[in-house]
């Protein structure tokens, strides 16, 4: 998905009961630095803006949660190979960030297809309280 050879991954999620929510991250960095994928869980979620990132074109999610809603994308132009996808479930909500995909590639089909893989176990055991 992002071409790159022993990549380096930090990042940790805290699932939680309290006010602030579950968090987190994991986030692949490319050996000498730059970063090339990102997943993050935050309590920011909000089916509102959800709703307008896709009145601005980006593409509804297939329903990968029942209740969530989402939505994916590819930034900028057809050579760029960044990418990505949201998943909203009440105030809870899971990004997957290509910021480097491979050029080729059906980038924006790899962060869904990542969202399908990820999103159902974070949003599930998010416990953000509406």
């Given at each position: ?41 935050s309590p920011d979620g909000s089916k509102e803006e959800v709703d ?79």
């Open positions: 998905m992002t071409g790159v050879q022993d990549p380096v991954v930090k990042g940790r999620f805290t699932m939680s009961t309290n006010e602030g929510g579950s968090s987190g991250g994991c986030f692949i960095y490319q050996s000498n630095g730059p970063k090339v994928l990102d997943v993050t869980l307008w990132v896709i009145s601005k074109g980006a593409k509804p999610l297939p329903e990968i949660v029942p209740g969530a809603i989402g939505h994916y994308g590819q930034d900028g132009s057809a050579d760029n190979t960044q990418a990505s996808a949201t998943l909203v479930h009440g105030l809870d909500q899971v990004i997957v960030e290509l910021w480097r995909g491979v050029k080729g590639r059906d980038n924006t089909a790899d962060v869904v297809a990542l969202m399908k893989l990820v999103g159902p176990k974070l949003i599930v055991e998010a416990k953000t309280k509406d």
